[in-house]
């Protein structure tokens, strides 16, 4: 029997649980202390093709990541959770300067033949946009991708830990030496995963690790309308104001990036008056509808802005992954399943080479 414990349940560490509970002779043992998930703060959005960046280990795993989302559905599927918490309903893009929708497209021509899950690409007019999303203006045409998708994050997390058959202990845990074992408070594992977040550089401390990992705090407005938004697309103008339908009349607004805020949960109204601000020239219903309520989280980031993933230096029994920022929704649970495939000894569709943990966690 192969003992494996999971620190941190957000949605990589979910992913991994899930798929190790699957093997045969694996023995898994989630710890989450259920403070600050960045699962919480993560707008639902899987449509990474557009992304202007230019580091190709990232594009690479940001497409994968989107490309491994059929795969999971089917997996949780076939272990018996017909998940809900996935789906395209496609994405629209919006431009303050809509020449540059233009530059959009040739960019995703050029990315559709290895990335043929964005599906149909189209410019939209108004006319056509109010049919599928009524309300929506401020523009004359939008970019328009059928296979954008939207996510709830704290929803697929709840059903992959379900199809685990896992409940995880609500504690914060202590990381501690015995020899050169790492011990999770006290006790004794084959394998480690450290899917903490923001947090590793304050579990990892104690070992004497230090880790280029900073907080990003991220806020999300929820609300209740009373429509049929069960085939909404996702709604993407500039800057960090996004709408994301979900079923049942459900609508997100979001989410903030906040760089300067360290770990506070606190709700800020002010950043979240900007969020409706950028949003009411698109939809100006936005201004005159009550929130049901605000989601918060804490991302975590590079100094760099690159994920990395792997086993800790000169440990290659404690796993950790980090750095994933507003992307974590998209990559979380291909990592997840890369790092269950790793801790097994088995491997994946990554590279952990291209994502290199001691880059960004080092040992004196």
């Known amino acids: 029997m192969t003992r494996v ?3 941190g349940a957000g949605i990589v560490g979910a992913t991994a649980a899930f798929y190790l509970s699957q093997e045969e002779g694996v023995e898994v043992t989630v710890y989450d202390h259920g403070v600050g998930q960045a699962s919480k703060a993560a707008a639902g959005i899987i449509s990474p093709w557009f992304s202007r960046r230019r580091n190709k280990a990232w594009y690479r795993l940001a497409r994968l990541g989107a490309d491994f989302y059929p795969r999971l559905m089917e997996d949780l599927a076939a272990a018996g959770s017909a998940s809900q918490a996935y789906e395209q309903t496609g994405v629209l893009l919006l431009k303050k300067k809509e020449e540059y929708l233009d530059e959009v497209m040739e960019r995703a021509l050029a990315k559709q033949a ?3 899950l964005m599906g149909d690409l189209e410019f939209w ?3 056509q946009v109010q049919e599928r999303f ?3 203006t401020g523009f004359d045409r939008a970019f328009w991708a059928s296979g954008g998708a939207r996510v709830d994050g704290a929803v697929l997390v709840a059903e992959l830990l379900q199809a685990a058959g896992l409940e995880p202990l609500r504690k914060e845990v202590s990381l501690t030496w015995d020899g050169d074992q790492v011990l999770v408070d006290g006790q004794a594992y084959d394998k480690i995963l450290l899917t903490t977040g923001a947090w ?11 880790v280029d990992v900073r907080p990003q705090k991220g806020q999300i407005l929820d609300y209740q309308l009373d ?3 069960d085939n909404y697309p996702v709604v993407m103008p500039e800057g960090e104001a996004d709408l994301i339908p979900f079923k049942t009349g459900k609508l997100s607004l979001g989410a903030s990036h906040e760089n300067d805020q360290g770990f506070d949960l606190q709700e800020d109204r002010q950043v979240l008056q900007k ?17 049901t309520g605000v989601r918060i989280g804490i991302r975590a980031y590079t100094s760099d802005y690159s994920p ?13 992954v980090s750095g994933l920022g507003s992307t974590g929704l998209t990559i979380g649970p291909l990592l997840g399943r890369e790092l269950a495939l790793g801790i097994l000894g088995k491997t994946g569709d990554l590279d952990p080479a291209d994502y290199p943990v001691e880059r960004y966690v080092t040992r004196d």
């Open 5 to 7: 414990a999971i620190i």
């Open 114 to 116: 290895e990335s043929p």
């Open 125 to 127: 007019t108004r006319d």
């Open 134 to 136: 009524p309300g929506l």
């Open 200 to 210: 590793l550089g304050q579990v990892l401390e104690p070992l004497g690790y230090q």
């Open 227 to 229: 429509q049929v938004t």
């Open 275 to 291: 969020l409706i601000e950028q949003m009411a020239p698109y939809y100006p219903a936005i201004t005159d509808s009550q929130p």
């Open 308 to 320: 990395f993933f792997g086993p800790l230096p000169d440990q290659p029994n404690t796993w950790t």
